[in-house]
């Protein structure tokens, strides 16, 4: 999930830079996306559940 892992790098640059301007900057947004993820604990159990989607994929074939 692309919001995992904006929180993941986030975390990490913090880590490899400890750049706290730039991470308050970024602090509600990473608010937002935490609030996000957790919404999608269906079950309680503290963690987001991954919710799969049905796609029929079409094979495309490109002759050059």
């Keep these: 999930d692309i919001n995992l ?5 986030t975390a990490r640059y913090f880590c490899t830079y400890h750049n706290q301007t730039e991470i308050a900057a970024l602090w509600p947004r990473m608010q937002k996306v935490m609030d996000w993820v957790m919404s ?5 159990k503290g963690l987001p559940e991954q919710v799969s989607f049905s796609i029929i994929f079409t094979v495309v074939h490109i002759h050059c």
Excluded at 5 to 9: E, K, Y
Excluded at 40 to 44: A, H, K, Q, T, V
């Design 40 to 44: 999608r604990d269906f079950s309680g």
């Design 5 to 9: 892992f904006l929180i993941l790098r």
